[in-house]
């Protein structure tokens, strides 16, 4: 159903003017030379770019005359040219300091073949340029180097006094659609539709990274009963086209596209909702823009308690689709595939963060996406496994059970830097509630009687006592016992309690804290010699919140003399 | 006609992969016919019978998981040439390895409902092909090993008198699913609208090739 979607999404856009129409696609321009109706050079190449990082373009965008061939010009590269547009050694006949003859005879076949004696004034600046230009002179333009580099894209043509690309001009566009519809096609029967159309043998490609194609049948032993090519997954002419097109602009997409992990994952509704445009931010909230955060802050508030915003209530049994790709050896792979109607999304989204919750300060951030979630389980980015990011997204989207790698990550983080944060008690709790069905509350329980709950408590009243005592000091019992603590409290909690009690007696409240661990301790029997997963997870859940009850307790007692 | 059998199967993993994603394989969300017809086959089939898959029971919820295989990127085709023996007939994994990765289906069962036709005059004992397949499919015989979609995903078979009630209780429009291969016309794959009514998909719904 992946490609009926697309192609409903494509007539949707089509209406709209967003994606072009057959024979035409939209792709990134990097150069414009202006040339006379002689077809002379004028001035110097013009770079289109905006430099917006290292290594990092934006690019023009035109509608460009397209067919599937070049677009997968693997095999034949130099002699399947595009018509109009192409890189520097189609257009120059150069590229670096190598002459590309064959390159710029296809080229220039190409253009005689789709305008035949057209009398364009565009057409014929740019036949006329093509016959007289020097390949070796492309060496001495200014921005040369630039235009053969890797960032270089495509070179586009403009007529000196126009303002479109030649292969903008309504005269070339006609002749190029006319020469796309002349082209011939097999018979065949579409596996869209079951009807007989012209079957495309080559499914398109799209730039993910490099070129990559989804549907793809590269080697023999991917082919079936005989079939070459395209043959084996029968898809109209009209239908490829729509479905890829549509993609293609997903792809695009600012904000229809999230880029977790090895994973491209975009998404889009049967009919246009707000819920489209909010739903990456959701996912993946950018610190960037505070105006759209706080758009999606109140919609996901709404949500959490239950309800529907106004402006999405009544899209509620409209279909939203997702689709999970990554990159797997130049063939695009489909990672997931998630079709639900509004509604359940937003189900799904306010079980999500229900799981989530946990008390927090002002500057953590209430909606963590899953790239924050993420970040917990890893020292560095690059560490993070990239097979991670799907399976969380995953689970969120389908409300199955979160993968337990999320959980042993933030516990591993947590033994090797002993910092526990708002985020990584969330990912705690969240696993522990889904995937254990364990009840765990957002805030210090007193009333809980759990071993690891109360030795988590304890344990944060015993640093307490430390720092009450001795002041700031540069380690804490926290940095020397937090993970024997929690894996083996037998063999730590003894020794700790004994230590307490010579800071309750060098500590100002000495008695408070002596109170506080008498109410824990009431409820603790004996010591466990050891403490699994689970225990350790809700071990530190339980110290991160009795820390933060500690800290408001005597914030608000000492008003005033703290700061 | 009274050729109808039932057998029900079950497996950990399926992989019924579609035609346009079957590189980097995607499966259907449930069972083709003609998987349904090889596990069948495997179990009982003589060349005078064909059989026919009227319906099939989905049993268990639709459920993905990603994974990732090692594979051949070609195939060991024999010709002239090999078979005089000039030259050995084999692939090595480690010249030719392709990682593929697979969306496959988790912990499925499904009921088979079908029955077989005569391919020709001979042995039109209708009976004895019958009981037979009933005996091999209660004793768990097979010809060779069935398979969902996949020779790694093995299949769990038994013979079925009763189909319980699937869990599903809504209709799903699964769009146009492969249905069998035309092996009498050039192997043109035909395709057929897979409607699932209240976990039921019939298999005899308007097929086109």
């Given at each position: 159903m992946i490609f009926q979607s697309l192609i409903t999404l494509y007539d949707r856009l089509a209406v709209e003017n967003k994606v072009p129409p057959y024979g035409f696609s939209i792709e990134d321009i990097g150069f414009v030379i202006t040339i006379d109706r002689q077809g002379n050079l004028i001035g110097q190449p013009e770079d289109l770019r905006t430099k917006t990082g290292p290594q990092k373009y934006e690019f023009r965008t035109s509608k460009v005359p397209y067919t599937n061939q070049v677009n997968v010009r693997a095999n034949a590269a130099a002699t399947t040219p595009n018509f109009m547009v192409d890189k520097a050694d189609y257009i120059f006949g150069m590229s670096a300091s190598a002459k590309k003859d064959v390159h710029h005879k296809s080229f220039t076949e190409l253009i005689n073949e789709v305008c035949?004696?057209?009398?364009d004034e565009g057409v014929v600046a740019v036949k006329a340029f093509l016959q007289t230009w020097?390949?070796?002179?492309?060496?001495?333009?200014?921005v040369w180097k630039d235009m053969c580099?890797?960032?270089?894209k495509w070179i586009a043509f403009r007529l000196a006094g126009?303002?479109?690309?030649v292969h903008e001009r309504p005269a070339v566009q006609t002749l190029w659609s006319g020469f796309v519809q002349k082209k011939e096609f097999s018979q065949g029967v579409s596996f869209l539709d079951g009807e007989t159309h012209d079957i495309q043998p080559q499914y398109a490609q799209f730039k993910f990274g490099s070129g990559a194609s989804l549907?793809?049948?590269?080697?023999?032993?991917?082919?079936?009963?005989?079939?070459k090519k395209g043959e084996n997954a029968p898809i109209s002419v009209e239908a490829e086209f729509k479905s890829s097109a549509a993609l293609k602009y997903l792809f695009r997409s600012k904000t229809q596209r999230l880029r977790i992990g090895d994973a491209t994952t975009v998404f889009w509704a049967e009919r246009a909702t707000p819920v489209e445009g909010m739903f990456g931010q959701v996912l993946n909230p950018s610190m960037q823009d505070e105006a759209a955060a706080e758009d999606v802050q109140k919609f996901l508030e709404t949500v959490r308690k239950g309800g529907m915003p106004t402006d999405i209530a009544a899209d509620g049994e409209i279909k939203f689709y997702i689709l999970g790709l990554s990159l797997n050896k130049a063939r695009l792979a489909l990672r997931f595939w998630y079709v639900c109607s509004v509604d359940e999304l937003m189900v799904r989204l306010r079980d999500h963060f229900q799981c989530l919750e946990m008390e927090r300060s002002d500057?953590?951030?209430?909606?963590?996406?899953i790239w924050h979630l993420l970040k917990?389980?890893?020292?560095?980015?690059?560490?993070?496994?990239?097979v991670l990011g799907g399976a969380l997204a995953r689970s969120i989207l389908?409300?199955?059970?979160?993968?337990q790698n999320l959980y042993q990550g933030v516990l591993g983080r947590i033994r090797a830097d002993q910092r526990i944060n708002y985020l990584r008690a969330s990912i705690l709790k969240a696993v522990l509630t889904r995937n254990y069905n364990k009840e765990v509350p957002m805030s210090w329980d007193p009333?809980?009687?759990?071993i690891a709950y109360l030795l988590g408590g304890l344990f944060a009243v015993l640093e307490k006592v430390q720092l009450d005592a001795l002041?700031?000091?540069?380690?804490?019992i926290k940095d020397r016992f937090f993970s024997a603590a929690s894996a083996t409290p037998s063999s730590v909690f003894p020794r700790l309690l004994r230590l307490s009690q010579h800071h309750i007696g060098k500590a100002e409240y000495g008695t408070v804290s002596d109170r506080r661990i008498a109410e824990i301790m009431e409820h603790v029997d004996s010591f466990p010699a050891h403490m699994g997963l689970q225990d350790q997870g809700l071990f530190a859940i339980a110290y991160y919140q009795k820390k933060n009850d500690l800290y408001r307790k005597k914030e608000s007692k000492t008003e005033g003399e703290v700061a | 006609m009274s050729y109808g059998i039932k057998l029900r199967v079950w497996g950990d993993y399926a992989l019924f992969s579609r035609p346009e994603l079957k590189v980097e394989r995607v499966s259907y969300d449930v069972m083709t016919p003609s998987a349904a017809r090889g596990i069948l086959e495997a179990i009982y089939w003589k060349p005078a019978i064909r059989w026919v898959i009227d319906r099939i029971h989905v049993m268990n919820p639709i459920r993905f998981e990603n994974i990732r295989r090692n594979e051949m990127a070609n195939r060991v085709s024999v010709n002239k040439k090999d078979m005089e023996g000039d030259r050995p007939v084999c692939r090595y994994i480690e010249d030719d390895r392709q990682q593929r990765a697979s969306l496959v289906l988790r912990n499925v069962e499904y009921i088979i409902e079908a029955h077989f036709e005569f391919t020709?005059?001979?042995?039109?004992?209708e009976g004895k092909h019958l009981d037979m397949f009933k005996r091999r499919a209660q004793k768990g015989q097979c010809f060779h090993r069935p398979y969902?979609?996949?020779?790694?995903f093995p299949v769990s078979f038994e013979w079925c008198d009763e189909v319980p009630q699937s869990p599903f209780e809504d209709e799903r429009d699964f769009g146009?699913?492969?249905?069998?291969?035309?092996?009498?016309?050039?192997?043109t794959p035909r395709f057929f609208r897979a409607i699932m009514k209240n976990g039921i998909i019939?298999?005899?719904q308007e097929v086109v090739s």
């Open positions: 035949g004696d057209s009398t020097n390949p070796r002179d492309s060496v001495g333009l200014s580099g890797l960032h270089g126009d303002s479109c690309f549907v793809s049948f590269n080697e023999v032993a991917y082919e079936s009963y005989g079939k500057k953590d951030i209430p909606y963590p996406g917990e389980t890893a020292r560095e980015t690059k560490d993070i496994s990239p389908t409300g199955a059970h979160y993968p009333d809980r009687k759990e002041g700031k000091v540069n380690t804490t | 020709s005059d001979d042995d039109r004992n969902f979609g996949c020779r790694e146009f699913m492969l249905h069998d291969i035309d092996f009498e016309n050039d192997r019939d298999c005899a």
